[in-house]
């Protein structure tokens, strides 16, 4: 023991520091208590094994104010640290563990090797053993780490960072003037997120009065406040900030866009016939008032078919069962119903076409259009080709439709109507490439044949002479006309 005690006193007394004196300042046993302190703490942490303990080598340079602290006092106060593990290890490096003093440095920096002293020499450089171990626990951050969290940022400052994902804190802006200059700043910046997130943050602090009132000199704010509110659907905030802007139409399409809520068939009539008297326009009144209508008429429509289809009773339902239910439906969609399984029912009726037409104010070419898809599906030949023959005062029948017969003639070919049919509205075509690419392309031989004729080009024509079968009425009445 005392040669070990005689070897410590040579180590120090070798080095290169001035050995304690008690010339020094009280301040200098102070941090020695403290260091002592320190070990003891560090004991506690970690097993009371000596093998175990963390060690760290040095050649005779300082790693760290506690090093210095313990190298500037070894003098004096060998006698006050017997009881530690402050012996020298065998062999020619020297250990010591590492106390702590009352001292600018963490026991965090320590240990992870940082000096705030540009002066010394870093612990993680002083490390010559990679199987140290680091037992002590990271009682706090560092200061820097906190930058983030700082509550000195200004409103432009904090709009740059949320704009770079940083995590900012708003509830610093605690006056009016400060949460407006971080709305201007937000807005001015052009990011909808951060315009939305400090929307949010100013619906949650400020009254609804003030928030409105300056909102309404920012557009573009109340822009996005109002479309957020659309989104998350507060529905209570939305319209007492439009009321509040005097905007009743707004108000009023709101309240009505609120029946898409309702599944119940009947509430959702009541709901709209409540909303035919709110603030409208005459066309968005005219709106309201036809959806209330069809919604009604197709209660009706859809508790009849029902009816009947349970029932047994008619033969189209028995054909052609129902897919879906007609409640909720488009007026097309009602329509193309009315059409398929009532077409023939007198106009009287609510379920009849020309009621729904007449009622709705269809235009003739959604009608026909309409009408000939669903009696196609059918294949209600007959139908169709009433649905084009008009009669003139004489007594003369011709086709006529209010749109082109090339749309007619593609929605015929969709429901594989036959050749016949096709060829005879092909040939109503008035445009001649039209009809001809139409005639070729879904093999209307007839069409194509007496097109070329018309045209006198024989060319045409004997080239066409090869694509029609060999022996067939096409090719007969091709030669007729060649040889005529």
């Not at 010394?120 to 983030?148: C, I, W």
């Not at 020309?354 to 009608?367: R, S, V």
């Not at 090339?406 to 092909?426: D, G």
């Amino acid at each position: 023991m005392s040669r070990a005690r005689a070897d410590e006193e040579e180590y120090w007394h070798s080095s290169k520091f001035r050995a304690f004196t008690f010339d020094d300042e009280d301040d200098e046993l102070s941090q020695l208590k403290e260091s002592k302190r320190a070990v003891n703490s560090l004991r506690d942490i970690v097993d009371d094994d000596d093998d175990d303990l963390e060690r760290v080598s040095w050649s005779g340079e300082p790693v760290g104010s506690i090093s210095w602290s313990i190298k500037e006092t070894a003098s004096s106060s060998t006698s006050s640290l017997e009881g530690q593990d402050s012996s020298l290890q065998r062999g020619s490096s020297s250990y010591a563990a590492f106390p702590k003093q009352v001292s600018s440095y963490s026991l965090s920096s320590l240990f992870k090797g940082r000096n705030k002293l540009p002066s010394f020499q870093s612990l993680s450089d002083a490390l010559s053993d990679t199987g140290v171990k680091n037992y002590a626990p990271e009682l706090r951050r560092p200061k820097a780490e906190y930058k983030d969290y700082s509550s000195d940022w200004s409103p432009k400052d904090t709009v740059r960072r949320m704009q770079r994902g940083k995590v900012c804190s708003l509830e610093r802006f605690r006056s009016l003037q400060d949460k407006l200059v971080l709305l201007d700043e937000a807005v001015a910046g052009h990011d909808g997120n951060v315009i939305t997130a400090v929307l949010i943050f100013l619906k949650r602090t400020l009254r609804r009065e003030i928030l409105f009132r300056e909102l309404e000199v920012r557009q573009v704010a109340l822009c996005h406040l109002i479309h957020f509110l659309k989104e998350t659907g507060e529905q209570k905030l939305l319209l007492d900030l439009l009321r509040f802007l005097d905007k009743t139409e707004e108000v009023a399409l709101s309240q009505y866009r609120e029946h898409l809520n309702i599944q119940d068939v009947e509430k959702r009539r009541e709901f709209l016939k409540g909303c035919i008297g709110l603030p409208f326009s005459a066309e968005d009144t005219s709106h309201i008032q036809d959806h209330y209508t069809l919604l009604e008429r197709q209660i009706i429509i859809e508790a009849n078919d029902r009816h009947l289809e349970t029932a047994g009773q008619s033969e189209i339902f028995r054909k052609y069962p129902r897919k879906a239910s007609i409640l909720n439906m488009p007026l097309v969609t009602t329509l193309f119903y009315s059409c398929f399984y009532h077409y023939t029912e007198a106009e009287g009726t609510f379920s009849s076409p020309t009621n729904l037409k007449k009622t709705f104010k269809i235009p003739d070419k959604q009608y026909v259009l309409t009408a000939l898809a669903a009696r196609a599906k059918l294949r209600a030949w007959d139908d169709v080709d009433a649905l084009f023959t008009t009669k003139n005062w004489l007594g003369y029948t011709k086709k006529k439709a209010p749109v082109g017969f090339h749309r007619v003639v593609e929605i015929l070919q969709r429901n594989n109507a036959p050749v016949q049919v096709l060829q005879e509205y092909v040939r109503l075509v008035e445009d001649v490439e039209t009809r001809l690419n139409l005639a070729t392309k879904y093999k209307c031989h007839d069409v194509v044949i007496e097109t070329y004729r018309d045209l006198k080009d024989r060319i045409q024509l004997t080239a066409y002479k090869c694509k029609v079968e060999r022996g067939s009425a096409e090719e007969e009445k091709i030669n007729s006309i060649l040889n005529n």
